[in-house]
């Protein structure tokens, strides 16, 4: 069982930044691929950035690139999501999320946090 608090979301105006933190509990973080999802009002829940167990493979979604980035500290049990340069478009809840294989869907995590919004104001 792995259980994940998600913190760091906010209000913050185009062009801006934040950090994302996600904390997780439980002794096997590290070996679990971890990953950011997102949730607009009226919209589907879609895939943002994942991280591999290592930290050597990252993934994002075209409309992050270049923007966010992924990081994981697993002395600390934590995974992180710095986000520049942001939009009003990438305002939403933003949802943390675990599994074995450090996929881009949903089907792929099986341990969800209860997301933190994020709003951006233009």
Excluded: H
């Amino acid at each position: 069982q792995v259980q994940l608090v998600e913190s760091g979301g906010g209000l913050v105006q185009a062009g801006g930044s934040l950090r994302l933190s996600c904390a997780a509990s439980g002794r096997t973080f590290s070996s679990y691929a971890m990953a950011w999802f997102r949730q607009a009002p009226g919209k589907e829940r879609e895939f943002v950035s994942s991280i591999s167990w290592s930290s050597i493979n990252t993934y994002y979604a075209d409309s992050v690139k270049g923007r966010f980035t992924i990081s994981r500290d697993n002395a600390k049990n934590t995974v992180y999501l710095q986000m520049n340069s942001l939009k009003p478009e990438d305002t939403a809840v933003y949802y943390c999320a675990a599994g074995s294989k450090v996929g881009g869907s949903k089907d792929d995590y099986n341990y969800w946090g209860q997301g933190t919004q994020v709003t951006v104001s233009s």
